[in-house]
């Protein structure tokens, strides 16, 4: 069996044989099907990338249809169960787990990065109070392309371990500082003797005393949770980071926009709407009447659906037992009651059912979320937070690609031919 299609253009009877790898063919290729010599060639239309590959990757594999969710060919089941966040984020970033060595010098090099400028924290002051975090965040990840101008030798390997450095470590201190700025409180200097979670949460909630004690199980849940979300393939704002990066921009700003990506409801935004949708829901009650104004096209059931999965999202399985853990700490959020009905009329559901849509990874993080302290505002910033190893290690594969360019997609013109100016005088 050869690996070639094999197509014959009915507007010339031409015949073309294109080589088949890895179940693609390429968009180039078409080009040599023409009706004429200048023709520019044939191309593909595929609006939200429905069915076009942009790049090999090494880093995520997914199949959606089983559930399947791999780090580097590691499951996540065993990711979520055996190792922490900044372990995870050595892995997706250079390809394989640290050894004990690795990871501790790994560990001290974020440590030591873990601090902001202090003009990070002025330019913070001039948000107003009730600046969503998240616009806050995305600011400066941006501004830090102006305090790291080193940032722009996107060539040069140590220039870009120092940047990975600092943004996996700077990124907590960013969240945690727009959470203080919008509650009015001052702001937690790093702990370094915590963990990354540990210090995260001291940083978040300390208030007069010396030493935050942080709980374990808050902070292995969050670490988990952090696990979950560190990359997820060619997503809205992984895709963003590799177009913006693919300019060979400095990766704080790529990184500003991927974030921005990630702040909108139908991608990072949407775990704060799930919590927005269930307390508007406000009671197991009104669960049918809501799934059927969703089923009626008045808005969408949040949480629910994904362009990949088309089964239950494994993260989202991973984060329903987090919560119990977590409820057994905090107590239980009352809104799971009207979650966990929502979810049981959806899955019989035939709508959702044929449409196969399922939990994915917001259903049920944002419960946990709340239960643990955190406004609703500061949802996609969690997601952000650990996100940052996921978009840096794509960044540096297409980078390094010698198949990639400046990303440039085609379009199909559909406006007005040629035509005349009109005088202002003129015009009807
Ligand atoms: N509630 C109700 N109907 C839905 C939903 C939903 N959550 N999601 C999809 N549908 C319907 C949609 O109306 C369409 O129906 P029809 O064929 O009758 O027109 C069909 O299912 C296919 O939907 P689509 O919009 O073509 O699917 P998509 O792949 O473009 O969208 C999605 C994927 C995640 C944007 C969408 O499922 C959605 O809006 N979900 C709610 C938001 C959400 O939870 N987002 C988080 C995604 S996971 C985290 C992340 O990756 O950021």
């Not at 997914?62 to 065993?78: C, M, N």
């Not at 915590?194 to 969050?222: C, D, H, I």
């Not at 994904?306 to 959020?333: L, M």
């Amino acid at each position: 069996m050869a690996d070639t299609l094999t197509i014959t253009d009915n507007r010339t009877g031409k015949q073309f044989e294109l080589p088949i790898t890895d179940g693609t063919i390429r968009a180039v290729d078409l080009r040599q099907i023409k009706t004429a010599a200048d023709d520019p060639g044939l191309m593909t239309y595929d609006p939200a990338f429905m069915n076009t590959a942009c790049c090999r990757s090494r880093i995520t594999f997914i199949d959606g249809d089983k559930g399947i969710l791999e780090y580097r060919g590691y499951p996540i089941e065993q990711l979520a169960e055996r190792s922490t966040y900044l372990e995870t984020a050595y892995l997706v970033l250079f390809g394989e787990l640290p050894t004990a060595a690795q990871l501790d010098t790994w560990q001290r090099d974020i440590i030591v990065h873990t601090m902001l400028h202090e003009n990070i924290k002025k330019l913070m002051e001039g948000f107003q109070y009730d600046a969503h975090p998240m616009a806050v965040f995305l600011s400066m990840v941006g501004a830090f392309s102006s305090f790291y101008p080193d940032a722009k030798q996107i060539f040069d390997e140590q220039s870009r371990r120092k940047q990975i450095h600092r943004l996996i470590a700077k990124v907590p201190t960013i969240a945690a500082y727009a959470y203080r700025h919008s509650i009015g409180r001052p702001y937690n200097q790093p702990d370094n003797d915590l963990s990354f979670t540990g210090n995260f949460l001291n940083m978040l909630f300390r208030m007069t005393e010396l030493k935050y004690t942080v709980n374990p199980v808050l902070e292995r849940a969050l670490d988990v949770l952090f696990i979950l979300h560190v990359d997820h393939e060619q997503n809205c704002s992984t895709s963003a980071m590799r177009n913006i990066g693919s300019s060979h921009v400095d990766p704080y700003s790529a990184m500003a926009g991927a974030a921005a990506a990630l702040y909108g409801p139908l991608h990072g935004g949407a775990n704060e709407a799930v919590l927005r949708m269930l307390n508007e829901i406000g009671h197991v009650n009104n669960v049918p009447g809501f799934i059927k104004r969703v089923k009626a096209g008045e808005g969408r059931l949040m949480g629910f659906g994904h362009r990949i999965y088309k089964s239950y999202d494994p993260r989202a399985k991973i984060i329903k037992r987090t919560a119990d853990q977590v409820f057994e700490v905090t107590g239980r959020n009352p809104l799971l009651d009207i979650a966990i009905e929502l979810e049981r009329i959806a899955l019989q559901d035939d709508y959702f059912v044929t449409r196969k849509l399922y939990p994915n990874v917001d259903f049920y993080s944002g419960l946990i979320y709340q239960a643990m302290g955190f406004p609703v505002t500061m949802f996609p910033v969690l997601f952000a937070i650990p996100r940052t190893a996921g978009w840096i290690a794509q960044w540096e594969e297409m980078l390094l690609d010698p198949e990639q360019k400046i990303a440039r997609p085609r379009q199909i013109y559909i406006g007005p031919c040629k035509r005349d100016y009109v005088a202002l005088d003129k015009r009807k």
